[in-house]
């Protein structure tokens, strides 16, 4: 998948707690994008960085927050404020040159 | 808005005969077109792209795509499928409204290729 890792591959969640997924690249990419798969509605936009330090909202960002301390890392918290968190995540790294957008294996988060 | 259509929930095909998965498009400029493929709980895989030049462009694994401005499409090609075809396809744009280079979906095409 690109040298991007996402971790973990499965993740269960309560009512009312907030979790973490992963993202890692060693493609030296700049920009990384959190997207959101539900059966029958492609991708959607959570959120994206095009910079270190710097991130913004995609067109589904509520209930969701992210950091972009380092390059290499792009952290998705998913909060109790999310209602419906249950779907498969996906993340993805761009090189600026080729504009093609590499993805991670994902992440399927099921709240209980 | 730029946007991106797959008319066809599934496209069913038999191994060995040409396929098709379709898509049309709606953007300001100059579009910037990808297909994606993506097999059961894995990571979207990148199959090709057509930023400019000849309207039909080469990728992965023997797929090619035509690019037709005046009908605003860029269907997915192969001339022969292969069961190992079968997966998911996702046809996409590249939002330049913002110069952020977000992906716009479509909402994916199920190719089924019988034996």
């Known amino acids: 998948d690109g040298g991007i890792t996402q971790s973990p591959k499965y993740l269960f969640r309560k009512e009312g707690q907030n979790v973490t997924l992963s993202c890692e690249q060693n493609?030296?990419?700049?920009?990384m994008y959190w997207y959101r798969q539900d059966p029958g509605q492609g991708l959607r936009l959570i959120y994206y960085s095009q910079i270190v330090n710097d991130f913004q909202k995609g067109d589904i960002a509520e209930g969701y927050s992210v950091s972009r301390e380092k390059k290499e890392s792009f952290p998705l918290t998913v909060t109790s404020a999310q209602k419906n968190p249950t779907a498969f995540y996906l993340c993805a790294s761009m090189s600026g040159g080729s504009g093609v957008a590499f993805f991670g294996p994902g992440t399927r988060l099921t709240v209980l | 808005a730029q946007s991106v259509a797959q008319p066809e929930d599934q496209v069913n095909v038999a191994e060995g005969n040409p396929l098709t998965v379709k898509c049309t498009y709606s953007?300001?400029?100059?579009?910037?077109l990808f297909w994606y493929v993506q097999y059961p709980n894995r990571g979207l895989q990148f199959l090709l792209k057509?930023?400019?030049?000849?309207?039909l462009v080469k990728g992965s694994y023997g797929f090619e795509a035509e690019f037709n401005k005046s009908q605003t499409s860029f269907h997915l090609k192969k001339p022969s499928a292969l069961v190992s075809d079968s997966a998911l396809y996702f046809c996409?744009?590249?939002?330049?409204?913002?110069?952020?280079?977000?992906?716009?979906f479509g909402q994916g095409t199920t190719l089924q290729v019988k034996p």
């Open positions: 996409a744009v590249r939002d330049d409204s913002s110069n952020t280079g977000k992906l716009i």
């Open positions: 057509y930023i400019t030049g000849d309207n």
């Open positions: 493609l030296n990419h700049d920009a």
């Open positions: 953007v300001s400029g100059n579009p910037y």
